[in-house]
T-cell receptor, first 115, second 113 residues
């Protein structure tokens, strides 16, 4: 069965600093990988996704992530964090099932941004 | 285009009561799913559906029932609520073709006392 590990429960960064959120996955086949963001009291919004091809993927809000098969990782990065980036971030792996897709989520990383 | 809508936003139940969480989408998506979110556990899949009349269990299906009579609606039923079902529930939908983005609703916060 697939699984996702986000080793950092909480991360605090200063506004303007760079950010890297870690994600490791376990899955026997080629993974479909996602990063979602959840602002307080809101649903989840897709930041970016990796299906195949270029291992560096660009997303919304200036985020990017790099797929490293050798390390089973899909870390999320942003060069300069804004106060509005404070939220909870979830990494997920998706598998195809009967024409749809099932997502397995990590436990999330809560990002705090200090002004 | 409202996307994925969920009602109610908040609900308090007593142990043993039943209720239905509503989910609707207007994007003509064939795939719909229900997740529950608990602190420190991320989101866990409860049930999902790949089209009208077809449902299947996810990771944590016990205590929940679903049905899918139309493409638009995917209600989640709690037949006899338990305190362990206190959680935030999210509905999501996606196009059926392959691995696509799942669109999430705003969630329902349920408390069972």
């Amino acid at each position: 069965a697939q699984s996702v590990t986000q080793p950092d429960i909480h991360i605090t960064v200063s506004e303007g600093a760079s950010l890297e959120l870690r994600c490791n996955y376990s899955y026997g086949a080629t993974p479909y990988l996602f990063w979602y963001v959840q602002s307080p009291g809101q649903g989840l919004q897709l930041l970016l996704k990796y299906f195949s091809g270029d291992t560096l993927v660009q997303g919304i809000k200036g985020f990017e992530a790099e797929f490293k098969r050798s390390q089973s990782s899909f870390n999320l990065r942003k060069p300069s964090v804004h106060w509005s980036d404070a939220a909870e971030y979830f990494c997920a792996v998706g598998i195809l099932t009967g024409g749809g897709n099932k997502l397995t989520f990590g436990t999330g990383t809560q990002l705090k941004v200090e002004l | 285009n409202a996307g994925v809508t969920q009602t109610p936003k908040f609900q308090v139940l007593k142990t043993g009561q039943s209720m239905t969480l509503q989910c609707a989408q207007d994007m003509n998506h064939e795939y719909m799913s229900w997740y529950r979110q608990d602190p420190g556990m991320g989101l866990r899949l409860i049930h999902y559906s790949v089209g009208a009349g077809i449902t299947d269990q996810g990771e944590v299906p016990n205590g929940y029932n679903v049905s899918r009579s139309t493409t638009e609606d995917f209600p989640l039923r709690l037949l006899s609520a338990a305190p362990s079902q206190t959680s935030v529930y999210f509905c999501a939908s996606s196009p059926r073709q392959g691995i696509g983005e799942q669109y999430f609703g705003p969630g329902t916060r349920l408390t069972v006392t």
